[in-house]
């Protein structure tokens, strides 16, 4: 199944797995069907949020603490491509997975041009209003003329590869839901390394700093976009391999009934996605109450919590894949195990690697910066993202399975309640009470402890499998 090596992460994966299989946890056949799937966006993750990290190492070395953040008072806006392309392209899986599982592949197309016209068409607004008014946009939550001017530069410029990150969204989604998620990886872990390579010549070579930064991100955004098209359109990609899934150039271009399918399962998914994405702009403000070192290191600290995030790119979207397969030959008792061992597989690795990283907590913020005001801020901040980011493996958890079933509206109440309602209170009380940074490592728990809650509740009931009879391309049978 996996071939004759091994590499590092499926080392890891397999053995957590068997380990859990042993103790009677999971099932030991789903373990290695979950582990093929997930790894490779597991690798897409580590890539991806490393060459985030590396730009705000590269441009704290080569500028200091206020283009740290900067990046980061632009990097809620530039999270909205994911917010939005996120959103269409998890009701992409959803019917893609669905209809590859039940042989639909006239289907799969149609699916495929929707996703994609819909990411466009709620991005390219998105990519002109930053390029017109990045300061101030950044103004609405920076602090400091020096940081509020590197985000305004990083933000226009960066803005411009919105609407390509958002269709690389829709073609990953696409493939993983045609249960090929190497491609993927490939692809995108490839524009990381491009990625950084770029921004590495740019920052430091010509000394373009946080301008450095975005261009490189936006080449590199380019370059995946088009080689997701070319892959797509010609069934194969030239040293990556063939497509599972092909569209036509012809055609027609938009189905409405499946377009309708994908807004109404993509809607809740953009919308929890805006509310997460949404609700760092009114937290960054708050954190730049405390001033610029107490933002720097609570970037930082939000930096680590996406690298140890990244198993969620992997288990959430095998989880879709595989219970959407599932669920579009209606063996709904086959989706339910696939779901239940899946959450269990990813509790485990979250657990495993929150303690790692908490182990070796000083030494991985003295690689983001080394000075002695920021430091103590750092280690402070990361040992509270440890134990945030295990809820976030219950979230992509439990959210897998209510993708792929259409079920999309539990998780948009939990963000919502999670960040709105507990999170930015309790992260203000820091600054009117003698709590300081302390409120600051609470809200990073509760802002994940209140939506993983309210997501398993909804999975738990098992509902889910009900409303994807809705979506389904064919009767169940199970």
């Known amino acids: ?208 700093g946080v301008l450095g930064a975005a261009i490189g991100t936006v080449v590199a955004n380019v370059v995946v976009a088009a080689a997701f098209a070319w892959g797509l359109v010609a069934g194969r990609l030239p ?23 994908l807004v109404d399962i993509g809607t809740p998914l953009v919308l929890t996605n805006v509310a997460r994405t949404g609700g760092q702009f009114p937290l960054l403000a708050i954190v730049g109450l405390f001033g610029p070192n107490v933002v720097a290191a609570f970037v930082i600290a939000q930096r680590v919590r996406a690298l140890m995030d990244t198993p969620g790119w992997g288990f959430s979207l095998a989880s879709s894949s595989l219970v959407g397969q599932a669920l579009g030959v209606g063996a709904e008792r086959r989706a339910e195990g ?6 269990r597989f990813a509790l485990a690795v979250y657990l495993l690697a929150a303690l790692l990283v908490g182990i070796f907590s000083q030494p991985i913020g003295r690689v983001f910066v080394d000075d002695p005001a920021v430091l103590p801020l750092v280690d402070d901040l990361i040992y509270a993202a440890c134990v945030s980011v295990v809820f976030y493996g219950v979230i992509g958890g439990a959210t897998g399975p ?32 003698p709590l300081g940074v302390v409120a600051l490592s609470l809200a990073l728990v509760v802002e994940t402890l209140v939506p993983a809650l309210v997501t398993y509740y909804r999975f738990d009931t098992g509902r889910w499998k009900a409303v994807s009879r809705s979506y389904r391309p064919g009767p169940a049978d199970d």
């Open 1 to 208: 199944m996996f071939g004759i090596s091994l590499n590092p992460i499926q080392r890891v994966l397999l053995a957590i797995g068997h380990l859990l299989a042993r103790l009677d946890v999971i099932d030991r056949r789903r373990v290695h069907r979950t582990t093929r799937l997930a790894w490779p966006r597991i690798v897409t993750g580590l890539a991806r949020m490393s060459k985030s990290a590396v730009d705000v190492g590269m441009v704290g070395v080569a500028v200091g603490p206020a283009a740290i953040a900067g990046v980061g008072f632009a990097s809620p806006f530039w999270g909205l491509a994911f917010a939005l392309g996120g959103g269409v392209a998890g009701g992409t899986i959803s019917l893609v997975s669905q209809r590859y599982g039940s042989d639909r592949h006239y289907e799969l197309d149609l699916a495929v041009k929707a996703s994609a016209l819909l990411a466009a068409a709620i991005t390219l607004p998105l990519a002109a209003l930053f390029w017109i008014a990045p300061e101030p946009l950044i103004s609405l939550v920076g602090s400091g003329g020096d940081s509020i001017a590197y985000g305004a530069t990083y933000l226009r410029v960066v803005g411009l590869g919105v609407p390509f990150a958002a269709l690389n969204l829709v073609g990953s989604r696409t493939l993983v839901g045609a249960d090929d998620a190497r491609i993927p990886m490939v692809l995108r872990a490839g524009g990381a390394v491009i990625n950084v390579g770029l921004n590495a010549v740019l920052i430091f070579g010509f000394g373009f």
């Open 402 to 433: 209510l993708r792929a079933s259409g079920d999309t509206r539990w998780p948009l109440y939990g963000q919502a309640l999670g960040l709105y309602v507990f999170a930015l209170p309790i992260a203000y009380l820091g600054t009117v009470t």
């Open 338 to 343: 696939y779901a239940r061992d899946v959450l």
């Open 239 to 261: 040293f990556v391999g063939a497509f599972p899934v092909t569209v036509s150039l012809s055609g027609p271009y938009l189905d409405f009934p499946i377009a309708r399918q």
